[in-house]
């Protein structure tokens, strides 16, 4: 992220700094803190960028999941008026992969007509899902995931304990924040209640009864990269496959259907777990 940081004062230090940055990355790997913190510098502020009151500065984020037209259309007219403090009108929109298809095409008006002393943000961890014509009119800014040593380092600099970070390194893809966030927010690991399923500790209704409080989309995809690393090391065979690809799928049901029914496809998926043939780590492992 500093890497990031240090990149772009360079440019706006030498006024080459483009109207239209994005800000990518594999998510959870400070971006918007990224984001955040080119746009203080901007304005010259100091602060929480999500919630500081500047004039000239707006922050978007998605609205039930998802960043409308109306919100754009806002969004250029506040970029269309005089900046109030200072010379500069900054922007960031946050999760820009939530723009749905009206909202990518009219902030392309924007881009391509960018109003003197404006400049936007994206921030996203998905640019897959963005409309090629949004991302060729913005410079990029890449973050990379960090590797593992740099991960436990930096979270145990945040006063985390050495038995936090492991089970939820793997459960949040090693993205530093993302672990951080969970351990703030008190959200256990996944694995305790899956071990259970699988040891016959506890009953699959019970199970699914103790993770009533967990967000379905999330759980489904900690569980994913629990059976992500399985397969890696080679622990389990072609049913295991299938089991992720089942897992997938019932995320993706669960993030397009809100009337999905949770506790059946929870139950549905712990029996399968139950019976998933997990052999053991090899001995020089």
């Known amino acids: 992220m500093q890497l990031g940081f240090d990149y772009v004062t360079s440019l706006n230090t030498t006024g080459r700094l483009p109207h239209a940055l994005l800000i990518d990355g594999p998510g959870g790997c400070g971006e918007a803190q990224l984001a955040g913190e080119i746009a203080l510098m901007l304005i010259g502020r100091s602060g929480d960028p999500r919630t500081i009151a500047h004039p000239d500065f707006r922050w978007i984020e998605a609205e039930n999941g998802a960043i409308k037209v109306d919100q754009i259309r806002s969004l250029i007219d506040f970029m269309q008026q005089t900046a ?47 409309l090629p014509t949004v991302i060729s009119r913005c410079q990029r800014v890449s973050i990379r995931r960090p590797t593992r040593e740099v991960v436990v380092s930096w979270l145990l600099e945040q006063d985390v304990t050495a038995e936090e970070v492991e089970p939820l390194l793997i459960e949040y893809g090693r993205a530093p924040f993302h672990v951080l966030e969970a351990i703030h927010a008190e959200r256990k690991s996944l694995w305790p209640a899956l071990k259970a399923a699988r040891d016959r500790r506890n009953s699959v209704s019970d199970v699914v009864d103790s993770l009533h409080n967990e967000d379905l989309v999330e759980i489904l995809a900690r569980w994913a990269r629990f059976l992500h690393r399985l397969v890696v090391e080679d622990r389990v065979g072609s049913e295991g496959v299938d089991f992720f690809d089942d897992l997938i799928d019932t995320r993706r049901m669960a993030l397009s259907n809100s009337g999905l029914n949770r506790p059946l496809q929870l139950e549905r998926l712990m029996f399968k777990w139950r019976e998933l043939v997990i052999r053991d780590r090899q001995k020089n492992d």
């Open 84 to 130: 109030q403090a200072g010379s500069l009108k900054v922007v960031v929109l946050e999760d820009a992969q939530k723009m749905n298809l009206n909202a990518g095409n009219a902030l392309l008006k924007i881009l391509e007509e960018p109003p003197l002393g404006s400049h936007l943000i994206l921030v996203t961890e998905a640019k897959s899902m963005m």
